[in-house]
């Protein structure tokens, strides 16, 4: 286990309404990315978040937003949800060895 | 753009043989690799990394091969078991350290 939690496991939600998706680390490290997870393909990176500032940022519209908390715990919003955000969600903890990535189990969206 | 990609989409292997999952990637400047693991339902979970200073790294009945050469990566799995059984990606880090760049998978099925 990689000591990742993601909340809630799945959602359903209809086109046009905002999603807040968590994720928290008992690990204590400082750096969360977030991942958007297609059916049958490869998690794509949404952007990073380090000592609570975007530490970088993938091809994402700005309807994706997120934040991180001063116990590293971190938030994804997304606004105006559209049908192709239906995917599974991953968040990540950068963890040792350095650069290494340790995911959570995702949270899986639907959007009708 | 950069990408990471994968030759096999499926990988079929007989239990107890080994198995060899294939990945070329494209960004020459690349230095880590991490190969994932993830199962149904769970987020991708961490097997082995490399950097571009070796050729080759062993975990625990894993290898994984590297060669800058040909841009190629490959994860040679021994006496494959049912427990197996996933998709396997490889991801690249980008040069700033906060992107995975992820394949789009392989499955591999162990036959008993």
């Not at chain 1, 500032?53 to 938030?75: A, I, T, V």
Request: glycine share 10%; hydrophobic share 30%; charged share 15%.
């Amino acid at each position: 286990e990689t000591g990742v939690t993601q909340s809630p496991t799945h959602l359903i939600k209809t086109r046009g309404q905002q999603v807040t998706l968590r994720c928290s680390s008992q690990s204590g490290h400082n750096t969360v990315s977030w991942y958007q997870q297609a059916l049958g393909q490869g998690p794509q990176f949404i952007f990073q978040y380090y000592r609570e500032e975007e530490n970088g940022r993938g091809n994402f519209p700005p309807r994706f937003s997120g934040l991180q908390f001063p116990n590293y715990s971190s938030e994804l919003n997304v606004n105006a949800l559209e049908l192709d955000d239906s995917a599974l969600y991953l968040c990540a903890f950068l963890g040792d060895p350095w650069d290494t990535q340790y995911f959570g189990p995702g949270t899986r969206l639907t959007v009708l | 753009g950069e990408s990471v990609g994968l030759h096999l989409p499926t990988l079929s292997v007989q239990e107890g043989d080994n198995s060899i999952i294939n990945c070329a990637y494209s960004n020459s400047a690349s230095d880590y690799f991490i190969w994932y693991k993830q199962e149904s339902g769970k987020g991708p979970q961490f097997i082995i990394d490399i950097r571009s200073n070796m050729d080759k790294r062993q975990g625990q009945r894993v290898t994984v091969l590297l060669n800058k050469t040909v841009k190629h990566l490959s994860l040679q799995i021994a006496a494959t078991q049912p427990g197996d059984s996933a998709v396997y990606f490889c991801a690249e880090i980008n040069n700033a350290g906060n992107m995975l760049t992820f394949g789009g998978g392989t499955r591999l099925m162990v036959k008993p």
